[in-house]
């Protein structure tokens, strides 16, 4: 093969190259503004992030200081969150996000009111594994969940999720370990939704 075709195919396999890696950094999903983006959408509330990284390999983010508050007084606060994907994930359809890791979750509800729930019929959005530690539910005035950890596997299916979840209970006050299945999800009665475990 003559020298110039062998350079002609190297710049033009190059150009591709080049070209392929510039649309994924341009359309790459876990940008800081497209995150904060998308999640204020998803669940009506305003959302902060003081510490903000994406990672490229594997695909995805980790944040710290992550703050949500919607108009209703609803504040979820979190310590640390790391997401990890694959490219293969992200273009399967539905996207699949290999894990999601939440330490130091603090959800705070007023009386009487409830945190908004994501909008849309569906996220379009497949997660693995998502894994709460150190996490606090507080419906005030004065009733607070200690969730110790929690693990969903495969949420976002419309099938059962599976789930493992060590908690203080407050009424009767108690230490509670589960492991088992919810779902899939009664939107119409919440209260009919299956669990097994």
Do not use: C
């Not at 108690?174 to 919440?190: A, C, L, N, W």
């Amino acid at each position: 093969m003559p020298v110039n075709r062998l350079s002609r195919i190297a710049i033009g396999t190059g150009v591709l190259v080049l070209g392929a890696a510039l649309v994924v950094v341009w359309k790459f999903p876990f940008r800081r503004e497209a995150m904060v983006r998308r999640v204020e959408a998803a669940a009506g509330a305003r959302v902060e992030m003081w510490r903000y990284r994406e990672t490229w390999f594997p695909p995805g983010f980790t944040a710290e200081r992550v703050r949500l508050s919607d108009p209703k007084g609803n504040v979820a606060t979190i310590d640390a969150i790391a997401l990890k994907g694959s490219y293969t994930g992200l273009l399967r359809s539905p996207t699949v996000i290999s894990s999601l890791h939440v330490k130091g979750l603090r959800l705070v509800i007023p009386s009487g009111k409830a945190f908004p729930a994501p909008k849309g019929s569906g996220s379009g959005v497949v997660v693995n594994e998502i894994r709460l530690e150190n996490a606090a539910l507080d419906l005030l005035p004065e009733t607070k969940f200690l969730i110790h950890s929690l693990v969903l596997n495969n949420v976002g299916k419309h099938e059962a999720v599976g789930f493992q979840v060590s908690l203080h209970n407050p009424a009767p006050p108690g230490e509670i370990r589960s492991h088992g299945q919810v779902g899939p999800i009664d939107t119409g009665d919440p209260g009919r939704t299956p669990v097994s475990g």
